[in-house]
């Protein structure tokens, strides 16, 4: 019986694959995902890279409303999403960014030091963690 359970779930499990590997064709490390709903999402990563998905993470773009010229910023390591429309990025020099338009803009903050950080929570407007 144990067998006839095992097989059944071995099969189970290599017919229905929980992961699948998604190319962004970006050669960065990359580093937080999250998204605002089930078809809009952004990925940060080194020197300041944030790809924007419309689709549900079938296919990434730079977000063309946050081009970066001039690799002015410093990478990105974490990314909170809190609500449909509000979220945080944070990074390397004590980079903090917001945005409350579901990433159509990105307002860099005032950091409280030149930290490195590597990982932010946001439960609501007020209440987070770096």
Known sequence: ???????????NLALY????????????RLFSVQFFDT?????????????KSTDGGKSWT?????????????DF???????????WICGRYGLLMKTTDQGKTWIQKVSPG?????????LNDTVGWM
């Open 1 to 11: 019986m144990k067998k006839v359970i095992f097989l059944i779930l071995f099969i």
């Open 17 to 28: 694959p929980q992961w699948k590997i998604i190319q962004t064709n970006y050669n960065s």
């Open 39 to 51: 078809l809009q999402g952004f990925i940060v990563g080194d020197s300041g890279l944030l790809l």
């Open 62 to 74: 730079v977000n063309s409303n946050f081009l970066n010229p001039y690799n002015s910023y410093p």
């Open 77 to 87: 390591y974490s990314l909170s999403i809190y609500n449909s429309t509000s979220g």
């Open 114 to 122: 030149p930290y490195y950080f590597s990982h932010i929570v946001f």
